[in-house]
């Protein structure tokens, strides 16, 4: 048993009621990623989902989980619980979107300008971050993935086995067609 | 994950075995030694190299899982053959506060005698050891070189090791 291997699955089901979603409940096929705001390699991905979001349509469930390495991205805590301080206001995806396309600049006064451009309630969304009101949340996020065998950012899992091939456009599309395929064969 | 690798994996010390001793350098001015953490668990990441890629995501996974090993009361120890001088310049640039241990003289003596030294490369192999509070070696792994093996299976060991004190 010592050196056996393990297959990495989703410990924690996706939750309509916790995570954050775009696409149908009932999508064949479900994408989850844990992601790092300031990690240029999730920075790198986010045009890929945007593209194949649009390519599948209702076809796909995307699911964003937090995972801040904050060891190598001092910034990223800081904007994971920004994304769950407009969460709170109903502009979760709004703010993600931001936030990857501003990757270098995720400073408080920039943080805080988002917020603005999105017309949060700015008084809250700095007291919300000041006390961070969502670091449980976001660790809860993140301990998730450790027991899921995120080994880095961003660690895709599809229909809930991790996906540990690339994630360019056309292997990541071909990744979740076949697992659309077996899921309407099931 | 598959490997194409034609290499054959390395068997490391299986479940079971008593865990060598060793003391290393961790700072020019430290050594650490295995046996100062009898009564406690302690992991063992062996890495290939400071400074390379996917050692880095590693290590700095493992710093940010830090408090969760600590839950356990495990101590984490990372072991390459670099020396210490490069081990604390790679620490310092990669906000690191656990003890590399510099494996560097004689080199890989003690990944050889955990059995997971790559002699063609000159490193270890990127492996993992969870050893109980009596030194007892119980979970061992090695991935791929090129794989970062995350900390899942590092925590599920520990928890293995609180069910088997209970039972």
Known sequence: ??????????????????????????AAATLVEYGDYECPYCGAAYPIIKEVQARMGRRLRFVFRN????????HAGQAAEAAEAAASQGKFWQMHDLLYENQRRLRDQDLRA???????????????LAEHVYAERIHDDFLSGVRSGVNGTPTFYINGARHDGSYELEPLLRALERAAASERGS | ?????????????????KAPDFELPSRPDRTVSLAEFRGQPVILAFYPEDWSPVCSD??????????????????LLGISVDGVWSHLAFA????????????????????????????????????????DADGIVRWSYVSPVGVNPGADGILRALENLGKQRAS
């Open chain 1, 67 to 74: 995972f801040p390495i904050t060891t190598s991205h001092p």
């Open chain 2, 92 to 131: 310092k640039d990669r906000n690191l506060h656990f003890p590399l241990l510099a494996d560097f003289e004689p080199k890989g003596k003690v990944a050889r005698a955990y059995h997971v030294y790559r002699a063609k490369d000159g490193t270890s192999e990127r492996a993992l050891y969870v050893i």
């Open chain 1, 1 to 26: 048993m010592s050196t056996t291997r393990w297959k990495a699955v989703l410990t924690m089901p996706v939750n309509q009621d916790r995570d954050h979603i775009q696409g149908p409940a009932d």
């Open chain 2, 1 to 17: 994950m598959t490997t194409t690798s034609v290499d054959h994996p390395a068997m490391p010390l299986p479940a079971g075995t």
């Open chain 1, 114 to 128: 988002y917020a603005e451009k999105l017309r949060l309630d700015v008084e809250v969304f700095d007291r919300e």
């Open chain 2, 58 to 75: 590693q290590m700095a996974l493992y710093q940010e899982v830090l408090p969760e090993f600590q839950k356990f009361n495990a101590e």
